[in-house]
């Protein structure tokens, strides 16, 4: 996540390179020949998703519309593919590409602290933006085509695009578009941090390699003597030039430790994560001194330990068996707990949504589907031994907590789920009846795409939610905006903003739910839970990837015309209201 000004402090000490085709063309004349174009590129998958996503940010150019203005998920995994095929064509072999699968619980503070500031984010947009947004006009930017130039220099971002929130599904988007293409086979989700699986391949590979990344994090690994880093922000390549040379700077974290007399560059990250404040200087000279609080000094070297596969330390996910981030780390924390039992809480933190952050979060309509995958979670990994219903030694209940960590009013709080193991079967089977909604919607729309139907079912459900806990649901014109794409008074306000938050939690619950119904790995489950596991499936098999199913109204609006024609349009809308606020609900 980061060593403050780490990779700013040794700049200087990079060298600027050719890299691929032409590769004894160096910037600095007095740079000696290097076989770059035998490179081998190992990337950080997360660092991948965000750079290209702020790279297709700084070519819009529309910025009063932020969040129209976005780059779509459909866009993002284009721009992911578009930047990979770049690199081959480059003449650079790109052997793998890392995600995180786990984080461990020491990284709890600084997650909840980027939480915290996305939180921070979201109340100043909000603030700013009081009264919504215009709808954009039809000369916004082009999508994304493949065509752009992802490696020239980037536009600034203006000071609106900066401000606002993220899109929430980045990884998510990305993931999906790698296991549809070429890249699948080199994609990994790591039990762990992708970071320390980068340092582990650069550092054990036959010739010269780096990681691709934007995290200085990679500058304190041990890359072995040749080992290097390129961060995505130096790429370059100059359209001008004939051969179209793809520039960067490369950071070799040995020979820069030699050049500062240090035998690596730990204790140096270490001076500067105690007190970002202190400067370059100052840091390096007490890296050369004795360490202070050696216990400390000691958990910071253990962050930037490489992965113990001697250890047991379940094998890296490829990306034929993908679960998104939170999943997998679901799934690692309770076969961790099943295998040997600690006092380590599972936790999941739920992505951030682009809500209304001055009402209840908009994961609370979801709530009732992810309990429905946590219970189909817990009880794979518990098999039948703990599904009988005997007596529990020493009287205790047989538990499993889940905490999910999101926004609760203005904070970011974890609320804890618990799972009574010998009444598990019950409980999925009381669950399974909130997809009772999913079976009657899909047929009764079965001219219409899945992403429309599951569309329509997320609002149904978010309807529900509404009247089981006495509040007054969305209005059939607001509902309306969210499925078409058409805000009424050329606004798109914060009642539409946040019901398609409201709409995108339950969407993503339905692809945790997916995934937890798709994934064996690590499973022991019982004849009967295997059964309802079934069922699941058989209801969410044909739920769209991120990109079909998080869209963008602009997109909304396009795929809505050719849906509908001008003689049914009314009569489909009349339909789906119909539906949504039938009196049998």
């Not at 095929?85 to 995600?99: E, K, M, N, P």
């Not at 995180?100 to 109340?123: A, F, M």
């Not at 199913?549 to 396009?558: A, C, D, H, T, V």
């Amino acid at each position: 996540m980061g060593i403050p000004h780490l990779s700013t402090y040794l700049q200087p000490y990079s060298t600027t390179v050719v890299l691929g085709r032409n590769d004894n063309h160096h910037t600095d004349s007095t740079a000696p020949d290097n076989p770059i174009s035998r490179l081998d590129v190992v990337i950080d998958g997360p660092g991948l998703a965000y750079y290209i996503y702020h790279r297709l940010l700084s070519s819009k150019t529309h910025a009063n519309y932020p969040l129209d203005t976005r780059p779509s998920y459909d866009e993002l995994g284009q721009g992911v593919l578009a930047f990979l095929d770049r690199l081959q064509a480059q003449g650079l072999q790109v052997s793998s590409i890392y995600f995180d699968g786990y984080l461990p619980l020491r990284k709890r503070d600084i997650r909840i602290q980027r939480l915290e500031s996305d939180l921070k984010t979201l109340v100043t947009f909000q603030k700013r933006h009081p009264n919504g947004f215009p709808v954009s006009v039809p000369t916004h930017d082009p999508l994304f085509d493949g065509s752009s130039n992802l490696f020239s220099p980037r536009f600034p971002l203006s000071s609106s695009l900066r401000r606002a929130p993220t899109s929430p599904f980045l990884v998510s988007a990305v993931l999906d578009a790698l296991a549809r293409s070429k890249y699948a086979s080199i994609t990994a989700m790591v039990p762990g941090e992708a970071d320390a699986y980068c340092a582990k391949m650069i550092r054990e590979a036959k010739r010269e390699a780096v990681v691709l990344t934007g995290d200085s994090d990679l500058l304190v690994y041990d890359l072995g003597p040749n080992g290097g880093i390129i961060f995505f922000n130096t790429l370059e390549i100059d359209e001008a030039d004939p051969i179209s040379r793809l520039k960067a700077s490369v950071h070799h974290p040995a020979e820069i430790a030699k050049r500062l007399n240090l035998p690596d560059l730990k204790r140096l990250a270490y001076e500067i994560r105690l007190d970002p404040a202190i400067g370059f200087a100052e840091a390096k000279k007490r890296a050369s001194l004795s360490v202070k609080d050696v216990m400390s000094w000691q958990r910071f070297v253990e962050e930037y330990s490489d992965p113990d596969a001697s250890a047991g330390e379940p094998r890296p996910l490829k990306i034929g068996q993908f679960l998104d981030p939170r999943v997998s780390e679901l799934v690692l924390q309770l076969n961790a707990a099943e295998n040997t039992p600690n006092d380590e809480e599972i936790s999941i933190y739920l992505p951030f949504l682009i809500e209304d952050p001055a009402r209840a979060s908009a994961w609370s309509v979801s709530s009732r589907i992810r309990h429905l995958a946590y219970l189909l979670l817990v009880s794979s990994f518990h098999g039948s031994r703990h599904l009988l219903p005997t007596a529990l030694s020493k009287g205790e209940e047989d538990t499993t907590t889940i905490n999910e960590v999101s926004r609760r009013g203005n904070r970011i709080l974890s609320s804890s789920l618990s799972f009574n193991l010998c009444t598990m079967h019950s409980q999925i089977q009381q669950s399974l009846q909130h997809l009772s909604r999913l079976r009657a919607t899909k047929p009764h729309f079965a001219t219409l795409p899945p992403w429309l139907r599951y569309r329509i079912f997320a609002l149904e459900e978010i309807h529900v939610w509404y009247l089981d806990t006495d509040k007054t649901p969305p209005s059939p014109a607001l509902i309306l905006e969210v499925l078409t794409g058409k805000c009424r008074n050329g606004v798109l306000s914060w009642d539409t903003i946040h019901l398609t938050a409201q709409m995108e939690a339950l969407l993503y619950a339905l692809r945790i739910l997916k995934q937890v119904a798709f994934s064996t790995e690590y499973m022991d489950r019982d004849v009967l839970v295997e059964g309802k596991v079934r069922e699941v499936a058989a209801h969410v098999h044909d739920l769209p990837d991120i990109s079909a199913l998080m869209l963008g109204r602009r997109k909304i609006q396009e795929l809505w015309a050719t849906i509908v024609t001008d003689d049914d349009d009314v009569g489909l809308e009349e339909r789906i209201v119909q539906w949504i606020f039938r009196d049998d609900l």
